[in-house]
């Protein structure tokens, strides 16, 4: 999906005010430059204070300033946080989870397959769409808001899963055979007689409820998609405020929602991203990569930070470069939450652009320096294309699975842990990447795959990684990868199942390091979280563990299958560690600059054709980088730069450059 301009703007709640400001708020949004505000995701409550009487009055005020002062307009439905008097008049839509009862208070707190809570959804949903249908300056919708099941175990959920499985396993035998529920005397024979769910102890039905509850949040967006399509008109589009794992900022993959399949009902993708700012600010949290495979294209951020928690508060400079930085992805909107501090409730110091005195500050006046930049130029960058060589795979089933099945009891090491070590190591020696899910289909896009803990797959999948590196692809993968289907059944054959062909190796001992150290490129640092006692078969050891005992294994190998290449590291260790050995392995990765870390280089082609490349500085130094290439000019002031020519990026500061 393609857009005239960059669109950059702030949530704003008229309904949260503690006085009419309305027409002065808007008027410092457009001075500011920015184009576009949300709305309306988080106030069912005061549009139907009581059963069936609806009050609008806050919604045509934003609506009618926003067309006064030219401001486009996302509005949300507001299905994510229910009115007292629903929760109260049904009980039951308070959600039952694996801890109980939900209590009514904060939001996302119902079950989402409650037919009463469903047909009030549907009531204010279809309300809210008659009042905003024939306002021109309203550009889309946004489904809901950080979606999710609420690990929803209701009686209605229950006898959804039940069916869900008589579909999928029409044979009941084969359904106990598949999930091993011989074991404890877990067998069902009978559907009728199937458990509560929160009781069981067999890992492969409790990941197969999850992936139950994910497809739960597809269906429910779809549903709500089919809603908002009776009103909008063709040039209006509908999206969602994807977010990700939690870990006190946006950290990886999404546990509770199959993204890829959620967004099949909507025209572009949105994303909630937050992260650390000030000394801790490295750029590693704001990629958008993840944001940008959803659909395999651009992305709007719905949600960051202007001043957020205590701790984010930014640097001068550093609104502005994490702006750049979300375009730099291929993300076509960046807006705040929010516009003013809000003065009570669990969300009174998540600071907003305004702090609570309502005034003009220094992030407003850093906004504004941003806004009228994307006015001069933001044409040139929105809808940017970006063409990676390297893709890392995410997948849902495995994270589930080493949520199963923890790396290690004494850690917080995840999926997401193994996920962000790759990913994070990529963005360190500046390579662009995508954030693919594991499809067949798209492997051929690519010319090197990293495969982090792929923990549960289908032999198609593991055969068609096979293929990828027999017919030329380099591939890395990671220790607890291919252990067990698809149903987390552990696989009853040589380990890693079926791709150790391509790998070259075999093992069957794993066990936690203790006091074992892994070198690589002179760079040395310590196992952590797991470990497995590979062998090589056809492989070449890269790294030997070091230890007295566990010396004869490989902690990293290498191989070469038909065409390609592809290697294996058996254990997690330190960062410096993994980046040589990516470095031996893919060699190394030319640019136009002589940039390394802190100074990122993204790139992309513009709808103009033109070739954009940012420099970005995350230091709080000045950088000077030198160019190799002719042909290039500065975006700001289209002066020349030339091969040998020095580029100064002062402290969170950037350049963007072009060619022709």
């Given amino acids: 999906m393609n857009f005239n301009e960059i669109l950059y703007g702030v949530a704003y709640y008229d309904e949260y005010m503690p006085y009419d400001r309305i027409e002065t ?273 651009n992305y709007l951020v719905l949600e960051t930070e202007a001043a957020g928690n205590h701790p ?33 409730a669990i969300e009174s110091y998540w600071k907003g652009v305004l702090s609570h005195d309502l005034r003009p500050n220094r992030l407003y006046k850093e906004c504004s320096v941003i806004g009228n930049e994307l006015k001069k130029y933001g044409h040139r960058l929105v809808n ?51 954030v693919i899910p594991a499809d067949p289909a798209l492997f051929a896009s690519y010319e090197n795959i990293l495969v982090p803990a792929l923990y549960s797959a289908t032999d198609e999948v593991l055969n068609a990684l096979n293929e990828f590196v027999a017919n030329g692809g380099n591939m890395v993968v990671t220790f607890k990868s291919a252990f067990s289907d698809e149903h987390l059944k552990i696989r009853h054959d040589v380990q890693p199942y079926i791709i150790n062909k391509a790998l070259g190796i075999q093992y069957d001992e794993f066990t936690l390091p203790d006091d074992v150290t892994v070198s690589c490129g002179g760079k040395s640092s310590k196992a952590r979280d797991w470990m497995e006692m590979v062998d090589c078969t056809t492989a070449t050891p890269v790294a030997m563990y070091e230890h007295k005992h566990w010396g004869v294994h490989a902690a990293i190998t290498e191989n070469t299958y038909g065409k390609g290449r592809a290697m294996y ?36 082609t513009n709808m103009q054709g033109e070739k954009i490349i940012y420099l970005l500085n995350y230091s709080d130094d000045e950088q000077t980088v030198t160019c190799h290439a002719d042909g290039l000019k500065k975006l700001c002031d289209d002066s020349t730069v030339s091969a040998g020519d020095c580029i100064a990026l002062a402290p969170w500061d950037f350049s963007i450059l072009y060619a022709d």
Avoid at 223 to 247: P, S
Avoid at 330 to 344: K, L, P, R
Avoid at 390 to 419: C, M, P, Q, W
């Fill in 384 to 434: 940017l294309k970006k063409t990676n060589k390297f893709a890392v795979i995410a997948d849902n089933a495995s994270l589930t699975g080493l949520n199963e099945f923890k790396l290690n009891n004494e850690s917080d090491s995840n999926y997401n842990t193994v996920f962000r070590w790759l990913c994070d190591a990529l963005y360190l020696m500046n390579i662009e990447y995508d």
């Fill in 25 to 297: 708020d808007f008027k410092m949004i457009r001075d500011a430059g920015m184009n576009i505000i949300r709305i309306a995701e988080s106030t069912w409550s005061t549009w139907e204070p009581e059963e069936g009487v609806f009050d609008f009055t806050h919604l045509h005020r934003m609506l009618d300033c926003a067309a006064k002062y030219e401001l486009k307009v996302i509005v949300g439905t507001p299905t994510y946080a229910i009115p007292s008097w629903l929760a109260k008049k049904y009980p039951d839509i308070l959600a039952v989870t694996h801890n109980g009862k939900e209590l009514y208070g904060h939001r996302q707190n119902m079950d989402i397959t409650n037919p009463d809570y469903l047909h009030h959804a549907q009531i204010i949903i279809e309300k809210l769409m008659e009042q905003v249908k024939d306002y021109d300056c309203v550009i889309g919708f946004q489904l809901d808001n950080e979606t999710k099941p609420y690990d929803t175990c209701s009686k209605y959920a229950q006898a959804k899963f039940v069916e869900y499985l008589k579909n999928e396993f029409p044979d009941i035998d084969e359904f106990n055979r598949e999930f091993g529920l011989d074991y404890w005397s877990n067998r069902v024979d009978d559907w009728d007689a199937f458990p509560d769910i929160r009781g069981t102890i067999n890992m492969s039905l409790d990941a197969e409820y999850k992936k139950f509850q994910r497809k739960l949040v597809t269906d429910f967006f779809a549903w709500q998609a089919d809603i908002v399509k009776k009103y909008k008109r063709d040039d209006q589009f509908i999206t969602h405020n994807f977010d990700f794992e939690w870990h006190d900022y946006s950290y990886g993959m999404q546990p509770e929602v199959n993204q890829y399949e959620a967004a099949k009902c909507m025209d572009i993708a949105g994303c909630d991203i937050y992260h650390p700012s000030q000394s801790s600010l490295s750029g590693r949290e704001i990629t958008g990569n993840i944001a940008r495979g959803i659909k395999g294209d």
């Fill in 569 to 604: 590291l058996a254990t997690l260790f330190g960062e410096d560690t993994l980046i040589e050995a990516l470095k031996l392995f893919f060699g190394e990765q030319k640019n136009e600059f002589d940039a390394s870390y802190p100074v990122v280089i993204k790139r992309g």
């Fill in 312 to 344: 984010w508060l930014p640097y001068p400079g550093q609104l502005r470069l994490q702006a750049i930085s979300h375009i730099a992805n291929g993300a076509c909107m960046v807006e705040y939450w929010h516009w003013h501090s809000i003065h009570n």
